[in-house]
C-alpha cells in the first residue's frame, strides 16, 4: 500500500514538472529571442501548422525625429510606413523532424529583402537561424539567443 502512494506522489510530482516546464523546453524555438545584434526582440509563436514570429521589442524603438521605426527599406514603397514594432519576420517553419525547422522564410527589415530560411536549437540553447537565396549554402547565419530577462512587448503598429 505505501509502494501505491509513493509512486503516486512520483507520478504527480513528474507531472507537476512536465507541466511547469518552459514553453521551449520541448527543444522549439517557441518564445522569446533576441537577434545576433542584440537590438530586436523576436517572439516566435505557432501559426497554425506551422512558426512564425514577429518584431515585439526594440532596443530603440524610435528614429531620429522621435517616431516610431518603419520598415523604410522595404521595396514596396506602399509597405515603407509599416512600423518595425508587430512586423512579421519569420514564417511557414514546419519541424524536419530531427530537431531543425524548414521550409520557412525571413525577412530582413535592415535591406529590405526575404530569404528562404532554415533554423536549429543548439544543444546549448542558441537559435541557429540561416537566411537564403536558392540553396542554404548560399546564405548567411545567425545566432539568437533567449534574453536573460523579460522584454517589455513595444506598441505594434
Same mark, same amino acid.
Given at each position: ?32 529571442? /533576441? &537577434?545576433? *545584434? +542584440? @537590438? ?10 506551422? =512558426?512564425? $514570429? ?7 524603438? /524610435? &528614429?531620429? *525625429? +522621435? @517616431? ?10 506602399? =509597405?515603407? $510606413? ?7 519576420? /519569420? ?67
Amino acid at each position: 500500500m505505501a509502494f501505491k502512494c509513493h509512486a503516486k506522489i512520483f507520478l504527480a510530482l513528474i507531472c507537476f514538472a512536465w507541466a511547469c516546464q518552459p514553453a521551449w523546453a520541448d527543444n522549439t524555438p517557441v518564445g522569446w529571442w /533576441l &537577434d545576433h *545584434t +542584440g @537590438k530586436a526582440g523576436i517572439e516566435i509563436l505557432r501559426c497554425g501548422g506551422s =512558426l512564425c $514570429g514577429k518584431i515585439e521589442w526594440l532596443r530603440v524603438p /524610435l &528614429d531620429s *525625429t +522621435g @517616431k516610431p521605426k518603419t520598415d523604410s527599406r522595404n521595396p514596396d514603397v506602399a =509597405l515603407r $510606413g509599416r512600423t518595425l514594432c508587430g512586423l512579421s519576420v /519569420l514564417g511557414g517553419f514546419v519541424s524536419d523532424g530531427k530537431g531543425g525547422w524548414r521550409g520557412g522564410w525571413v525577412y530582413d527589415p535592415e535591406n529590405g529583402k526575404t530569404y528562404h530560411c532554415i533554423m536549429y536549437m543548439a544543444t546549448d540553447g542558441v537559435l541557429h537561424v540561416r537566411g537564403y537565396v536558392g540553396i542554404p549554402l548560399l546564405g548567411r547565419s545567425e545566432v539568437w539567443t533567449r534574453p536573460a530577462m523579460a522584454l517589455a512587448p513595444c506598441a505594434g503598429g
